[in-house]
């Protein structure tokens, strides 16, 4: 199976137009529905692609247990409100698809091809635009960041290093390109350093030979996914590529890093997959394949102790993966479906999650106490799929309550238009206060 190219799709498309500031009021039990589309989208690609989302039916949902419910326990619902306005919209550029978005302290990263536009994200002022100075770069897939440096990676298979800007300087100074000059030096004489990729086409085996789709950062080390079906790992204090693993039978989309260091990388062929690297080895070895989702999976998200892992699919579901005291990895234990077409992108903000599909929607999802799920919002107004997401959260420091605070989403789609969100979430007793500031 091959995986749709989302940016191709949208490449051509009309300009999109601003959409006015609104505000969404809906009861909390109103948006938990179980139901599920007897069509899915039928979405074009270029020539080295083929259409991946055709004619889904009911059937190929996963035949998983739904852990979702339409309200909240009783003892749930008494102690939390939520309400969420959108504040603005962004359009970066009118003719381009949103294809990443990161918050790294008050600013948000938005890209849109090989265009990163960087904003405050408190006045959604746009302070500066860089880019990979070539068009050959293709779309920027995704962006995270290590101290001082910015990582962005593209669809020419490479992954750029940037200096963060110094104070009242708002340039991005570009460091290098990984595989380094020095890394690539130091192997390219030895034959076996190369790997063939295809019938008389051989690479070094440091070099990604496709789109670079993921990236994730943990504790000096980062962990690179692509559509060459590979996980590569890289050490940020020389910029090293120190090891590199056939991951997948297909293109690897998605890829998260628990703090303990276990991998989970979702691919195109159905499967995600769960690294380790033992005590004492130098090489990352495979813990466990989890196979339940019935088509490619998009997207992954762990809680923040990295205890629950969330998978999002094309089959319109998001699976609930949790870890066992007798065993060392996921055990699926249910689905949250609701979404209409694939899921796209997934993330974990505080205790809730957020997901963003082809349907055009972010859905909130709040967990109960029971370990059942409600979705406690929908955020539409896109007009065409969401394709990444990112968000921040600020509580109540006088409460010191998790239940009191606001969460920032910024959610950003195929038509070229970022959306800024203000979740606003509180104890009933108190849901009269005034909003907080972030």
């Given amino acids: 199976m091959q995986l749709l190219s989302w940016l191709n799709t949208c490449s051509t498309s009309n300009s999109a ?27 074009t690609s270029d020539d080295s692609t083929s259409t991946l989302y055709t004619n889904y039916s009911i059937q190929t949902l996963p035949s998983i247990p739904s852990l979702q419910k339409l309200t909240l326990s009783p003892q749930n619902l008494n102690n939390f409100s939520i309400s969420y306005t959108c504040l603005t919209s962004l359009t970066p550029h009118p003719s381009r698809p949103i294809t990443s978005l990161a918050i790294h302290n008050n600013l948000l990263y938005a890209a849109t091809e090989n265009q990163i536009n960087v904003y405050d994200r408190h006045t959604c002022n746009n302070l500066h635009t860089f880019n990979s100075n070539s068009t050959s770069s293709g779309s920027t897939k995704t962006i995270t960041f290590s101290n001082e440096m910015v990582f962005t990676t593209h669809q ?38 190369y790997v063939t990729i295809r019938r008389h ?32 790992i890289w050490s940020i204090s020389d910029l090293r590529c120190v090891e590199s ?4 039978e297909d293109a690897v989309n998605a890829v998260a890093v628990s703090n303990d260091g276990t991998v989970y990388t979702g691919s195109s062929d159905k499967r995600i997959r769960v690294w380790a690297k033992p005590v004492g080895e130098k090489r990352h070895v495979l813990v466990a394949t989890l196979e ?48 209409q077409k694939a899921i796209l992108c997934l993330i974990n903000v505080s205790d809730l999650l957020l997901s963003g599909s082809a349907d055009r929607t ?21 007009r065409k799929p969401v394709k990444c997401l990112a968000a921040i959260s600020k509580y109540d420091e006088e409460s ?13 789609s195929l038509d070229g238009e970022i959306k800024v969100w203000q979740l606003s979430i509180g104890c009933l007793a108190t849901q009269d206060q005034n909003i907080l500031n972030l």
């Avoid at 300087?169 to 020095?182: E, I, Y």
């Avoid at 972010?362 to 896109?382: A, E, M, N, P, T």
């Fill in 17 to 43: 137009t601003t959409t006015h500031n609104s505000t969404i009021s809906l009861p909390i039990p109103k948006h938990a529905s179980d139901t599920s589309s007897s069509s899915s989208p039928n979405l």
């Fill in 156 to 193: 020419d298979c490479k992954i750029r290093v940037w200096q963060k800007p110094k104070p009242q300087n708002n340039n991005h100074r570009k460091l290098t390109v990984l595989p380094t000059v020095n890394d690539r030096l130091r192997r390219f004489l030895l034959p076996k350093n």
């Fill in 201 to 232: 086409n051989k690479r070094l085996w440091i070099e990604h030979a496709d789109a670079v789709t993921d990236l994730a950062v943990s504790n000096g080390v980062i962990y690179s996914v692509s559509w060459d079906k590979t996980l590569k």
């Fill in 245 to 248: 693993v056939k991951a997948h």
């Fill in 292 to 339: 339940k989702h019935k088509s490619a999976v998009n997207a992954l998200a762990l809680n923040d102790d990295g205890s629950v892992l969330f998978s999002g699919a094309c089959d319109r579901s998001i699976l609930v993966w949790e870890r066992e005291d007798s065993a060392n990895h996921m055990v699926v234990s249910g689905a949250l479906r609701g979404h």
């Fill in 362 to 382: 972010v859905r909130i999802w709040k967990r109960d106490y029971d370990g059942s799920f409600c979705c406690v919002g929908v955020l539409d107004g896109h």
């Fill in 400 to 412: 010191q309550s998790s239940s009191n605070g606001v969460v920032s989403v910024f959610s950003g």
